[in-house]
C-alpha cells in the first residue's frame, strides 16, 4: 500500500466491522508491529505488550473474550495490554501511565494498519477475565484493547463526529 498523508489516514480509517478472510501480508503485520514499538509513552517506559493471534481453529476461544462474527472474520486478532508494573507514576498523586501508554500503542497500530489498507475496529467492550485466560497471559499484564486485523469487505460508512465548537474550549 502506497503511503498517504496523515490528514488521509486520519480521514479515511474507520471501525471496520466486516472482514474478508484472507491472509494478511506477513511484512505488513511487521511493520504495524514496528509503529506499535514506536509509540511515545510515559518516561518511555513503554509499559504495554501486544499478543498477536490467528483466528482460524481458535474462534470458539476468542469469541469468548467478545462474542460477534465480526470479531473472529479477520484473519489476525491482536491484544494491547498494559504492564501497570512497568509503567511510569506521576508523584504528586500516583496516577499511573500504563494505560494511557497501552492506549497509545492501540493508536498507533489501528492507524499503521489504515496505511497498509487493512481493516481494525477498537473493541474495549470484552470479557477481561476470558481475555487473561484465553490469552494465557503472563502476571502482571492487564487486557486493555482488542481489535481484528484483516481487509475490509464492504464499503467504509459516513465518518460522523461532533463539529470542532462542542471540542474545543478555545482560550487563545
Known amino acids: 500500500m502506497g503511503s498517504m498523508s496523515f490528514g488521509e489516514l486520519v480521514r ?11 491472509p494478511v501480508d506477513e511484512g505488513a503485520v511487521s511493520r504495524i508491529l514496528e ?27 476468542l469469541r469468548r473474550i467478545y462474542d460477534r462474527d465480526w470479531f473472529v472474520g479477520a484473519p489476525l ?3 494491547v495490554c498494559a504492564v501497570p508494573d512497568e509503567g511510569w507514576v506521576r508523584a504528586v498523586d500516583g496516577w499511573p501511565a500504563a494505560g ?17 489498507g487493512l481493516g481494525t475496529c477498537w473493541v474495549a467492550a470484552f470479557d477481561p477475565a476470558a481475555a487473561l485466560e484465553v490469552l494465557g497471559l503472563p ?24 463539529p470542532l465548537e462542542e471540542i474545543v474550549l478555545d482560550r487563545r
Open 35 to 61: 509503529a506499535v514499538r514506536l509509540a511515545p509513552t510515559a518516561a518511555n517506559r513503554q509499559a504495554f505488550r501486544v499478543v498477536v493471534m490467528r483466528t482460524e481453529g481458535h474462534e470458539r476461544e
Open 77 to 79: 486478532v491482536l491484544a
Open 139 to 162: 502476571e502482571g499484564w492487564v487486557p486493555w484493547a482488542f481489535t481484528p486485523l484483516g481487509h475490509p469487505a464492504g464499503s467504509r460508512p459516513p465518518k460522523e463526529r461532533r
Open 100 to 116: 494511557v501508554d497501552a492506549t497509545i500503542a492501540m493508536t498507533h497500530l489501528l492507524l499503521a494498519a489504515a496505511e497498509e
Open 12 to 22: 479515511t480509517r474507520y471501525s471496520v466491522r466486516a472482514y474478508d478472510p484472507a
